[in-house]
T-cell receptor, first 112, second 116 residues
């Protein structure tokens, strides 16, 4: 079955350190991939998306993600995290029925 | 530009009752999708409405139903509530329906439903 896996339930990073959140997908055709962030009491906000072309995608808030077809991965990165980045991050892809299939999320904790 | 709004923010119901959740789409958007997000999990697609017609459905029973109105606002109705229906219900709007992968979905803050 088609699925999205986020292997890390939570990650703790020191403020100012770099960040990488992992996402793997199981889908045969060209995937349409997304990263969303969810802060407490707020809706999901799109960080970035990949449809085709350059495999390194730039998003908002200084985030980027790299699509690697050979590894079926779409990992999210940020060179230097800020305390305000503490939130839950979701990877998703859009299936052939134009529906978003979501990972279980990774909770990011920032150490001062 | 008004974002996606949902009401109510929180709701407590008892098993067997019925509930209606409401969503007001972002201005100019004609497509709305509903998701259920259980605690500690990612959202699960319930269904999508495009121009007042159901445009796709996830793996949810028929007691989950919806409506989209001419102004593109939407309702999610759940009948015969079960304990497992306790979750955050998210609404998302976008400006086109099927066929446009590149259209971003904009999410509301959600309605948290607790079934006792």
């Amino acid at each position: 079955a088609q699925s999205v896996t986020q292997p890390d339930i939570h990650i703790t990073v020191s403020e100012g350190a770099s960040l990488e959140l992992r996402c793997n997908y199981s889908y045969g055709a060209t995937p349409y991939l997304f990263w969303y962030v969810q802060s407490p009491g707020q809706g999901l906000q799109l960080l970035l998306k990949y449809f085709s072309g350059d495999t390194l995608v730039q998003g908002i808030k200084g985030f980027e993600a790299e699509f690697k077809r050979s590894q079926s991965s779409f990992n999210l990165r940020k060179p230097s995290v800020h305390w305000s980045d503490a939130a839950e991050y979701f990877c998703a892809y859009m299936d052939s029925n134009y529906q978003l299939i979501w990972g279980a999320g990774t909770k990011l904790i920032i150490k001062p | 530009e008004t974002g996606v709004t949902q009401s109510p923010t929180h709701l407590i119901k008892t098993r067997g009752q019925q509930v209606t959740l409401r969503c007001s789409s972002q201005s100019g958007h004609n497509t709305v999708s509903w998701y259920q997000q259980a605690l500690g999990q990612g959202p699960q697609f319930i269904f999508q409405y495009y121009r007042e017609e159901e445009n796709g459905r996830g793996n949810f029973p028929p007691r989950f139903s919806g409506l989209q109105f001419p102004n593109y606002s939407s309702e999610l109705n759940v009948n015969a509530l079960e304990l497992d229906d306790s979750a955050l219900y998210l609404c998302a709007s976008s400006s086109t329906g099927r066929g446009d992968f590149q259209e971003t979905q904009y999410f509301g803050p959600g309605t948290r439903l607790l079934v006792l």
